[in-house]
Protein backbone atom coordinates (compact mmCIF):
# COMPACT_ATOMS: atom_id res chain seq x y z
CA UNK A 1 0.00 0.00 0.00
CA UNK A 2 1.60 3.22 -1.34
CA UNK A 3 1.25 6.02 1.31
CA UNK A 4 -0.39 9.09 0.69
CA UNK A 5 0.86 12.37 1.84
CA UNK A 6 -0.98 13.24 4.25
CA UNK A 7 -0.05 9.89 5.97
CA UNK A 8 3.76 10.24 5.33
CA UNK A 9 3.57 14.39 6.81
CA UNK A 10 5.48 15.53 9.63
CA UNK A 11 3.34 17.43 12.40
CA UNK A 12 4.03 20.44 11.28
CA UNK A 13 2.60 19.99 7.84
CA UNK A 14 -0.89 18.80 9.65
CA UNK A 15 -1.29 21.58 11.85
CA UNK A 16 -0.63 24.13 8.83
CA UNK A 17 -3.52 22.29 6.97
CA UNK A 18 -5.47 22.09 10.43
CA UNK A 19 -4.91 26.37 10.22
CA UNK A 20 -5.54 26.73 7.02
CA UNK A 21 -8.63 24.42 7.09
CA UNK A 22 -7.49 22.55 4.22
CA UNK A 23 -8.84 19.50 6.17
CA UNK A 24 -10.52 18.92 9.29
CA UNK A 25 -9.52 17.14 12.35
CA UNK A 26 -12.87 14.87 11.74
CA UNK A 27 -11.24 14.51 8.09
CA UNK A 28 -7.89 13.60 9.05
CA UNK A 29 -8.48 11.53 12.44
CA UNK A 30 -11.10 9.76 10.50
CA UNK A 31 -8.20 8.68 7.96
CA UNK A 32 -6.06 7.72 10.31
CA UNK A 33 -8.55 5.46 12.19
CA UNK A 34 -8.99 4.08 8.28
CA UNK A 35 -5.67 2.92 8.02
CA UNK A 36 -5.66 1.12 11.88
CA UNK A 37 -8.51 -0.83 10.57
CA UNK A 38 -6.87 -1.96 7.47
CA UNK A 39 -4.06 -2.60 8.57
CA UNK A 40 -3.69 -3.21 12.09
CA UNK A 41 -4.53 -6.54 11.70
CA UNK A 42 -1.22 -7.45 10.31
CA UNK A 43 0.79 -5.79 13.11
CA UNK A 44 -1.33 -5.98 16.19
CA UNK A 45 0.19 -2.63 17.43
CA UNK A 46 -3.41 -1.54 18.94
CA UNK A 47 -4.83 -2.77 22.09
CA UNK A 48 -7.74 -0.47 21.91
CA UNK A 49 -9.19 1.65 19.40
CA UNK A 50 -12.95 3.80 20.39
CA UNK A 51 -14.07 4.69 16.72
CA UNK A 52 -17.25 6.98 18.25
CA UNK A 53 -15.23 8.40 21.35
CA UNK A 54 -12.19 9.30 19.43
CA UNK A 55 -14.33 11.23 16.97
CA UNK A 56 -15.68 13.01 19.43
CA UNK A 57 -12.54 14.50 20.56
CA UNK A 58 -11.94 15.47 16.74
CA UNK A 59 -15.04 17.21 17.12
CA UNK A 60 -14.17 19.06 19.67
CA UNK A 61 -10.48 19.58 18.43
CA UNK A 62 -12.59 21.75 15.35
CA UNK A 63 -14.75 23.56 17.45
CA UNK A 64 -11.07 25.03 19.22
CA UNK A 65 -9.41 25.53 15.95
CA UNK A 66 -12.71 27.54 14.42
CA UNK A 67 -12.24 29.61 17.79
CA UNK A 68 -8.96 30.07 17.19
CA UNK A 69 -8.22 28.41 20.47
CA UNK A 70 -5.12 26.24 18.87
CA UNK A 71 -2.21 25.05 20.75
CA UNK A 72 0.53 23.20 18.48
CA UNK A 73 -1.24 19.91 18.68
CA UNK A 74 -4.90 20.84 18.78
CA UNK A 75 -6.68 18.33 16.25
CA UNK A 76 -3.62 16.39 15.88
CA UNK A 77 -4.41 12.62 16.17
CA UNK A 78 -1.89 10.34 18.18
CA UNK A 79 -1.57 7.18 20.34
CA UNK A 80 -0.87 6.32 24.08
CA UNK A 81 0.68 3.33 25.38
CA UNK A 82 -1.38 1.08 27.15
CA UNK A 83 0.54 2.09 29.98
CA UNK A 84 -1.11 5.48 30.46
CA UNK A 85 -4.51 5.64 32.33
CA UNK A 86 -7.31 7.50 30.18
CA UNK A 87 -10.45 8.19 31.72
CA UNK A 88 -13.88 6.26 30.93
CA UNK A 89 -11.32 4.01 29.14
CA UNK A 90 -9.92 0.62 28.79
CA UNK A 91 -6.31 0.57 30.24
CA UNK A 92 -4.54 -3.12 30.27
CA UNK A 93 -0.76 -2.44 30.52
CA UNK A 94 -1.20 -5.58 28.16
CA UNK A 95 -1.87 -7.90 30.83
CA UNK A 96 -5.02 -9.76 31.60
CA UNK A 97 -4.66 -8.29 35.20
CA UNK A 98 -6.16 -5.04 33.97
CA UNK A 99 -8.15 -6.86 30.96
CA UNK A 100 -11.13 -5.74 32.88
CA UNK A 101 -10.00 -1.87 33.98
CA UNK A 102 -11.50 1.37 32.98
CA UNK A 103 -9.64 4.01 34.53
CA UNK A 104 -11.71 6.44 36.35
CA UNK A 105 -8.94 9.13 35.44
CA UNK A 106 -6.30 10.58 33.52
CA UNK A 107 -2.60 9.90 33.54
CA UNK A 108 -1.08 13.44 34.20
CA UNK A 109 0.29 13.08 30.46
CA UNK A 110 -3.46 12.68 28.58
CA UNK A 111 -4.35 15.38 30.86
CA UNK A 112 -1.81 17.27 29.53
CA UNK A 113 -2.12 16.35 26.19
CA UNK A 114 -6.08 16.97 26.11
CA UNK A 115 -5.36 20.13 27.13
CA UNK A 116 -3.46 20.96 24.09
CA UNK A 117 -6.25 19.43 21.95
CA UNK A 118 -4.51 16.24 20.91
CA UNK A 119 -6.74 13.43 19.48
CA UNK A 120 -6.36 9.95 21.17
CA UNK A 121 -6.61 7.99 18.45
CA UNK A 122 -6.33 4.42 20.64
CA UNK A 123 -4.40 2.56 22.86
CA UNK A 124 -1.34 0.63 21.92
CA UNK A 125 0.29 -2.85 22.58
CA UNK A 126 3.38 -3.29 24.57
CA UNK A 127 4.99 -5.81 26.79
CA UNK A 128 2.89 -7.12 29.66
CA UNK A 129 3.18 -4.05 32.59
CA UNK A 130 6.48 -3.12 30.75
CA UNK A 131 8.17 -6.05 31.20
CA UNK A 132 10.17 -7.11 28.07
CA UNK A 133 12.44 -5.92 24.84
CA UNK A 134 10.04 -6.93 22.35
CA UNK A 135 5.93 -6.74 23.16
CA UNK A 136 5.68 -10.15 22.64
CA UNK A 137 4.23 -10.75 26.44
CA UNK A 138 1.55 -9.01 25.70
CA UNK A 139 -1.70 -10.89 26.50
CA UNK A 140 -3.20 -9.51 23.30
CA UNK A 141 -0.42 -11.37 21.30
CA UNK A 142 2.64 -10.32 19.83
CA UNK A 143 3.28 -6.84 17.67
CA UNK A 144 4.88 -7.47 14.45
CA UNK A 145 7.56 -5.35 12.97
CA UNK A 146 6.13 -3.41 10.33
CA UNK A 147 9.53 -3.68 8.14
CA UNK A 148 9.66 -7.48 8.08
CA UNK A 149 6.11 -8.98 9.74
CA UNK A 150 7.73 -12.29 11.72
CA UNK A 151 10.24 -10.00 13.29
CA UNK A 152 9.26 -8.34 16.77
CA UNK A 153 8.91 -4.55 17.20
CA UNK A 154 10.97 -4.20 19.94
CA UNK A 155 9.64 -3.97 23.41
CA UNK A 156 8.43 -2.49 25.56
CA UNK A 157 6.43 0.52 23.50
CA UNK A 158 6.36 -1.83 20.82
CA UNK A 159 2.88 -0.65 19.55
CA UNK A 160 3.66 2.91 20.16
CA UNK A 161 6.45 2.18 17.54
CA UNK A 162 4.99 -0.25 15.17
CA UNK A 163 2.15 2.47 14.69
CA UNK A 164 4.77 5.34 14.42
CA UNK A 165 6.22 3.24 11.50
CA UNK A 166 3.80 2.27 10.07
CA UNK A 167 1.72 5.53 9.38
CA UNK A 168 -1.34 4.23 11.80
CA UNK A 169 -0.63 7.48 13.65
CA UNK A 170 1.70 10.47 13.44
CA UNK A 171 3.13 10.32 17.15
CA UNK A 172 2.53 8.22 20.26
CA UNK A 173 3.84 8.43 23.79
CA UNK A 174 5.74 5.42 25.40
CA UNK A 175 7.48 4.79 28.52
CA UNK A 176 11.09 3.67 28.87
CA UNK A 177 12.33 2.10 32.45
CA UNK A 178 15.69 0.40 30.49
CA UNK A 179 15.22 1.30 26.93
CA UNK A 180 11.43 0.88 25.98
CA UNK A 181 11.26 3.95 23.72
CA UNK A 182 14.84 3.93 22.37
CA UNK A 183 15.02 0.41 21.42
CA UNK A 184 11.37 -0.11 19.64
CA UNK A 185 12.18 3.18 18.02
CA UNK A 186 15.58 1.69 16.81
CA UNK A 187 14.08 -1.86 15.64
CA UNK A 188 11.10 0.03 13.65
CA UNK A 189 13.22 3.20 12.34
CA UNK A 190 11.58 5.95 13.59
CA UNK A 191 12.89 8.08 16.29
CA UNK A 192 12.10 7.91 20.29
CA UNK A 193 13.10 10.06 22.83
CA UNK A 194 13.16 9.37 27.03
CA UNK A 195 13.64 12.22 28.75
CA UNK A 196 15.15 12.94 31.61
CA UNK A 197 13.86 11.55 35.22
CA UNK A 198 11.53 13.63 36.33
CA UNK A 199 10.88 15.72 33.63
CA UNK A 200 7.64 13.74 32.68
CA UNK A 201 5.04 12.69 35.47
CA UNK A 202 4.79 9.19 35.85
CA UNK A 203 0.74 9.98 37.66
CA UNK A 204 -1.73 7.82 36.13
CA UNK A 205 1.53 5.73 34.38
CA UNK A 206 0.85 2.21 35.35
CA UNK A 207 4.38 1.71 37.67
CA UNK A 208 6.78 -0.95 36.84
CA UNK A 209 10.22 0.22 38.92
CA UNK A 210 9.23 4.13 39.83
CA UNK A 211 12.71 5.19 40.38
CA UNK A 212 13.49 4.23 36.30
CA UNK A 213 10.02 4.65 34.50
CA UNK A 214 9.97 7.58 32.56
CA UNK A 215 7.10 8.57 29.67
CA UNK A 216 8.76 9.26 26.36
CA UNK A 217 7.69 10.77 22.68
CA UNK A 218 7.74 8.67 19.20
CA UNK A 219 7.95 10.48 15.66
CA UNK A 220 8.93 9.61 12.70
CA UNK A 221 11.43 12.95 13.21
CA UNK A 222 13.01 14.87 15.78
CA UNK A 223 10.77 17.34 15.05
CA UNK A 224 7.45 15.14 15.78
CA UNK A 225 9.21 14.33 19.16
CA UNK A 226 9.73 17.61 19.78
CA UNK A 227 6.75 18.83 19.50
CA UNK A 228 5.20 15.76 21.41
CA UNK A 229 7.29 15.87 24.22
CA UNK A 230 7.11 19.68 24.96
CA UNK A 231 3.61 18.90 25.47
CA UNK A 232 3.98 16.02 28.09
CA UNK A 233 6.87 17.55 30.16
CA UNK A 234 5.61 20.06 33.05
CA UNK A 235 5.46 20.06 36.77
CA UNK A 236 2.85 18.01 38.44
CA UNK A 237 2.22 18.03 42.58
CA UNK A 238 0.86 14.66 42.31
CA UNK A 239 4.01 12.97 41.50
CA UNK A 240 6.85 13.34 43.98
CA UNK A 241 9.72 12.66 41.82
CA UNK A 242 8.13 15.29 39.49
CA UNK A 243 10.17 18.41 39.22
CA UNK A 244 9.33 21.77 39.41
CA UNK A 245 11.11 23.61 36.34
CA UNK A 246 10.13 26.02 33.40
CA UNK A 247 8.65 23.84 30.53
CA UNK A 248 10.51 23.89 27.42
CA UNK A 249 9.47 24.69 23.67
CA UNK A 250 12.24 22.12 22.05
CA UNK A 251 9.60 22.50 18.87
CA UNK A 252 11.17 26.48 18.48
CA UNK A 253 14.56 25.21 20.00
CA UNK A 254 15.22 23.21 17.57
CA UNK A 255 14.82 25.66 14.96
CA UNK A 256 17.45 28.07 16.34
CA UNK A 257 19.54 29.80 13.62
CA UNK A 258 22.61 28.76 12.69
CA UNK A 259 26.06 30.75 11.97
CA UNK A 260 27.64 28.21 9.52
CA UNK A 261 24.71 26.68 7.33
CA UNK A 262 27.47 24.38 6.46
CA UNK A 263 28.70 22.99 9.62
CA UNK A 264 25.56 23.46 11.80
CA UNK A 265 26.98 20.99 14.78
CA UNK A 266 29.87 22.95 15.22
CA UNK A 267 31.54 23.46 18.79
CA UNK A 268 29.38 19.72 19.46
CA UNK A 269 31.58 17.78 20.92
CA UNK A 270 30.30 14.24 20.71
CA UNK A 271 31.79 11.14 23.34
CA UNK A 272 32.04 7.50 21.73
CA UNK A 273 32.32 5.31 24.57
CA UNK A 274 34.96 2.44 23.82
CA UNK A 275 32.50 -0.09 25.61
CA UNK A 276 29.62 0.60 23.30
CA UNK A 277 32.33 -0.83 20.30
CA UNK A 278 32.97 -3.71 21.77
CA UNK A 279 34.87 -6.57 19.79
CA UNK A 280 31.73 -9.23 18.90
CA UNK A 281 29.60 -6.36 17.66
CA UNK A 282 27.62 -6.82 14.62
CA UNK A 283 29.51 -5.17 11.57
CA UNK A 284 26.38 -4.27 9.94
CA UNK A 285 25.44 -2.62 13.06
CA UNK A 286 28.82 -0.95 13.61
CA UNK A 287 29.24 -0.03 9.94
CA UNK A 288 25.60 1.79 10.35
CA UNK A 289 26.93 3.93 12.92
CA UNK A 290 30.52 4.72 12.35
CA UNK A 291 29.06 5.98 9.32
CA UNK A 292 26.38 8.26 11.16
CA UNK A 293 29.08 9.32 13.03
CA UNK A 294 30.83 10.69 10.22
CA UNK A 295 28.41 12.37 9.22
CA UNK A 296 27.86 14.09 12.60
CA UNK A 297 31.50 15.20 11.80
CA UNK A 298 30.86 16.18 8.59
CA UNK A 299 27.92 18.46 10.06
CA UNK A 300 30.74 20.22 12.13
CA UNK A 301 30.62 17.86 15.25
CA UNK A 302 33.96 17.07 16.78
CA UNK A 303 33.93 13.41 18.08
CA UNK A 304 36.63 12.16 20.99
CA UNK A 305 37.18 8.30 23.19
CA UNK A 306 35.64 8.57 26.20
CA UNK A 307 35.56 5.78 28.96
CA UNK A 308 32.59 4.29 30.49
CA UNK A 309 34.33 1.80 32.58
CA UNK A 310 30.88 0.59 34.75
CA UNK A 311 28.70 0.80 31.97
CA UNK A 312 28.84 -3.09 32.05
CA UNK A 313 27.22 -3.57 34.70
CA UNK A 314 23.79 -1.86 33.70
CA UNK A 315 22.13 -4.96 33.13
CA UNK A 316 22.28 -7.19 36.19
CA UNK A 317 22.27 -3.62 38.65
CA UNK A 318 19.00 -2.35 35.90
CA UNK A 319 17.29 -5.80 36.32
CA UNK A 320 17.81 -6.22 40.19
CA UNK A 321 16.38 -2.71 40.74
CA UNK A 322 13.62 -3.32 38.23
CA UNK A 323 12.55 -6.44 39.52
CA UNK A 324 12.82 -5.01 43.23
CA UNK A 325 10.20 -1.95 42.53
CA UNK A 326 8.22 -3.86 40.56
CA UNK A 327 7.30 -6.70 42.98
CA UNK A 328 6.52 -3.90 45.57
CA UNK A 329 4.52 -1.80 42.81
CA UNK A 330 2.52 -4.69 41.48
CA UNK A 331 1.49 -6.19 44.90
CA UNK A 332 -1.23 -3.85 44.38
CA UNK A 333 -2.29 -6.24 41.70
CA UNK A 334 -4.46 -8.54 44.18
CA UNK A 335 -7.37 -9.01 42.87
CA UNK A 336 -9.55 -7.06 45.78
CA UNK A 337 -10.32 -3.38 44.28
CA UNK A 338 -9.62 -3.97 40.62
CA UNK A 339 -8.33 -6.27 37.48
CA UNK A 340 -8.72 -9.81 38.01
CA UNK A 341 -10.42 -12.23 40.49
CA UNK A 342 -10.21 -15.80 40.24
CA UNK A 343 -13.91 -17.09 40.06
CA UNK A 344 -13.20 -19.72 42.52
CA UNK A 345 -11.54 -19.66 46.00
CA UNK A 346 -10.88 -21.06 49.11
CA UNK A 347 -10.26 -18.16 51.27
CA UNK A 348 -8.68 -15.29 50.96
CA UNK A 349 -4.85 -16.13 50.60
CA UNK A 350 -6.22 -18.62 47.97
CA UNK A 351 -8.03 -15.46 45.94
CA UNK A 352 -4.90 -13.67 46.04
CA UNK A 353 -2.70 -16.74 44.68
CA UNK A 354 -5.09 -17.74 42.20
CA UNK A 355 -6.06 -14.29 40.98
CA UNK A 356 -2.16 -12.98 40.49
CA UNK A 357 -1.41 -16.74 39.40
CA UNK A 358 -4.48 -16.03 36.45
CA UNK A 359 -3.79 -12.52 35.99
CA UNK A 360 0.35 -12.65 34.88
CA UNK A 361 1.84 -13.75 32.51
CA UNK A 362 5.28 -16.08 33.22
CA UNK A 363 7.44 -13.07 32.94
CA UNK A 364 5.82 -10.81 35.41
CA UNK A 365 5.70 -13.65 38.12
CA UNK A 366 9.23 -14.70 37.55
CA UNK A 367 10.22 -10.84 38.19
CA UNK A 368 7.99 -10.40 41.07
CA UNK A 369 9.51 -13.74 42.48
CA UNK A 370 13.30 -12.38 41.89
CA UNK A 371 12.20 -9.34 42.67
CA UNK A 372 11.03 -10.29 45.86
CA UNK A 373 14.17 -12.70 46.79
CA UNK A 374 16.46 -10.04 45.91
CA UNK A 375 14.80 -7.53 48.77
CA UNK A 376 14.36 -10.22 51.10
CA UNK A 377 15.71 -10.67 54.46
CA UNK A 378 19.22 -11.90 54.10
CA UNK A 379 19.83 -11.06 50.38
CA UNK A 380 19.15 -7.22 50.17
CA UNK A 381 22.61 -6.77 51.54
CA UNK A 382 23.92 -8.91 48.81
CA UNK A 383 21.97 -7.74 45.56
CA UNK A 384 19.76 -4.69 46.18
CA UNK A 385 21.88 -2.50 47.75
CA UNK A 386 25.05 -3.38 45.88
CA UNK A 387 23.21 -2.88 42.86
CA UNK A 388 22.24 1.09 44.43
CA UNK A 389 25.81 1.19 44.84
CA UNK A 390 26.90 0.54 41.33
CA UNK A 391 24.38 2.42 40.22
CA UNK A 392 25.66 5.38 41.66
CA UNK A 393 29.06 4.51 40.07
CA UNK A 394 27.68 3.89 36.64
CA UNK A 395 25.83 7.43 37.25
CA UNK A 396 29.28 8.71 38.30
CA UNK A 397 30.94 7.42 35.02
CA UNK A 398 28.61 9.75 32.51
CA UNK A 399 29.20 12.80 34.94
CA UNK A 400 32.98 12.45 34.57
CA UNK A 401 32.47 12.07 30.41
CA UNK A 402 30.54 15.11 29.90
CA UNK A 403 33.33 16.85 31.56
CA UNK A 404 35.04 16.93 28.24
CA UNK A 405 31.40 16.40 26.16
CA UNK A 406 28.14 17.43 25.27
CA UNK A 407 26.76 14.54 23.93
CA UNK A 408 27.76 10.36 24.14
CA UNK A 409 26.90 8.32 21.29
CA UNK A 410 26.67 4.58 20.14
CA UNK A 411 24.72 2.01 19.03
CA UNK A 412 21.00 1.63 20.55
CA UNK A 413 20.83 -1.93 20.56
CA UNK A 414 23.85 -4.89 20.16
CA UNK A 415 21.22 -6.68 17.40
CA UNK A 416 18.17 -5.95 14.94
CA UNK A 417 14.64 -6.55 15.24
CA UNK A 418 14.51 -10.93 16.37
CA UNK A 419 12.13 -13.38 14.87
CA UNK A 420 9.13 -13.16 16.72
CA UNK A 421 9.96 -16.31 19.27
CA UNK A 422 13.21 -16.98 19.23
CA UNK A 423 14.27 -15.89 22.23
CA UNK A 424 11.40 -16.54 24.22
CA UNK A 425 12.87 -19.31 25.68
CA UNK A 426 15.87 -17.35 26.75
CA UNK A 427 14.71 -14.19 29.09
CA UNK A 428 18.35 -13.48 30.37
CA UNK A 429 19.60 -13.28 26.41
CA UNK A 430 17.14 -10.58 25.95
CA UNK A 431 17.84 -8.84 28.85
CA UNK A 432 21.28 -8.33 27.76
CA UNK A 433 20.70 -6.96 24.49
CA UNK A 434 18.98 -3.74 26.80
CA UNK A 435 23.39 -3.36 27.65
CA UNK A 436 23.29 0.29 25.81
CA UNK A 437 20.13 1.78 26.73
CA UNK A 438 19.78 0.68 30.92
CA UNK A 439 22.87 2.63 31.86
CA UNK A 440 20.72 5.95 30.79
CA UNK A 441 17.71 5.19 32.70
CA UNK A 442 20.03 4.01 35.78
CA UNK A 443 21.40 7.42 35.97
CA UNK A 444 18.10 9.46 35.12
CA UNK A 445 19.44 10.54 31.81
CA UNK A 446 17.63 11.46 28.56
CA UNK A 447 18.25 9.38 25.77
CA UNK A 448 16.99 9.54 22.07
CA UNK A 449 17.54 6.70 18.96
CA UNK A 450 17.18 7.84 15.46
CA UNK A 451 17.23 5.76 12.38
CA UNK A 452 20.54 5.65 10.75
CA UNK A 453 20.39 2.54 8.45
CA UNK A 454 19.63 -1.38 7.61
CA UNK A 455 21.06 -4.73 8.23
CA UNK A 456 21.09 -6.90 5.03
CA UNK A 457 17.69 -8.14 5.94
CA UNK A 458 16.12 -4.88 5.69
CA UNK A 459 15.53 -4.23 9.23
CA UNK A 460 16.52 -0.76 10.72
CA UNK A 461 19.53 0.22 13.21
CA UNK A 462 19.00 2.64 15.32
CA UNK A 463 21.86 5.29 16.79
CA UNK A 464 21.85 6.05 20.32
CA UNK A 465 22.34 10.00 21.47
CA UNK A 466 23.05 10.61 25.27
CA UNK A 467 22.53 13.85 27.12
CA UNK A 468 23.52 15.04 30.45
CA UNK A 469 20.53 16.31 32.88
CA UNK A 470 18.15 18.32 30.95
CA UNK A 471 19.81 18.86 27.19
CA UNK A 472 16.75 17.53 25.77
CA UNK A 473 16.95 20.59 23.32
CA UNK A 474 20.40 19.50 22.45
CA UNK A 475 19.68 15.85 22.16
CA UNK A 476 16.71 16.68 19.39
CA UNK A 477 18.62 19.67 17.74
CA UNK A 478 21.42 17.73 16.92
CA UNK A 479 18.85 14.83 15.50
CA UNK A 480 17.26 17.97 13.86
CA UNK A 481 20.41 18.77 12.40
CA UNK A 482 21.71 15.05 11.30
CA UNK A 483 17.85 14.59 9.77
CA UNK A 484 18.13 17.52 7.76
CA UNK A 485 21.41 16.07 6.17
CA UNK A 486 20.33 12.57 5.50
CA UNK A 487 17.12 10.62 4.69
CA UNK A 488 17.02 7.28 6.88
CA UNK A 489 13.78 9.12 9.00
CA UNK A 490 12.19 9.63 5.58
CA UNK A 491 12.20 5.84 5.07
CA UNK A 492 8.84 4.11 5.00
CA UNK A 493 8.00 -0.02 5.56
CA UNK A 494 6.28 -1.45 3.04
CA UNK A 495 3.03 -2.15 5.04
CA UNK A 496 0.11 -3.98 3.54
CA UNK A 497 -3.03 -5.07 4.67
CA UNK A 498 -3.65 -8.72 5.51
CA UNK A 499 -4.93 -10.96 2.89
CA UNK A 500 -8.51 -11.43 3.64
N1 LIG B 1 13.67 -4.39 28.61
C1 LIG B 1 13.69 -3.88 29.95
C2 LIG B 1 12.88 -4.76 30.85
O1 LIG B 1 12.37 -5.73 30.40
C3 LIG B 1 13.19 -2.48 30.01
C4 LIG B 1 11.73 -2.39 29.76
C5 LIG B 1 11.27 -0.98 29.82
O2 LIG B 1 12.03 -0.06 29.56
N2 LIG B 1 10.01 -0.82 30.21
O3 LIG B 1 12.76 -4.50 32.02
Not at 91 to 97: E, F, G, L, Y
Not at 426 to 432: K, N, W
Amino acid sequence: MTLSPIFDAPVSVLRRALDEKEISSIELTGLFLDRIEALDPGLNAFITVDRERTLAEARAADERIARNETKPLTGIPLAYKDVFCTEGMLTTCASKMLSNFVSPYDAHVVSLLKQAGAVNLGKTNMDECAMGSSSETSYYGPVNNPWEPGHVAGGSSGGSAAAVAARLAPIATGSDTGGSVRQPAAFCGITGIKPTYGLVSRYGMIAYASSLDQGGAFGASAEDCALLLSAMTGFDPRDSTSLDRPTENYAAAIEAPVSDAARPLAGLTIGIPKEFFPDEMGSEIRAAVEEALAQYRALGASLRDIDLPNARLAIPVCYVIAMAEASSNLSRFDGVRYGHRAAEYADLVDMYCKSRSEGFGAEVQRRILAGTFVLSHGYYDAYYLQAQKLRRLIAGDFQRAFAGCDLIAGPTSPVTAWVLGSMSDDPVQMYLADIYTTPVNLAGLPGLSHPCGFDAAGLPIGLQLIGNYFSEARLLTATHRFQQATDWHLRRPPVSAPAA
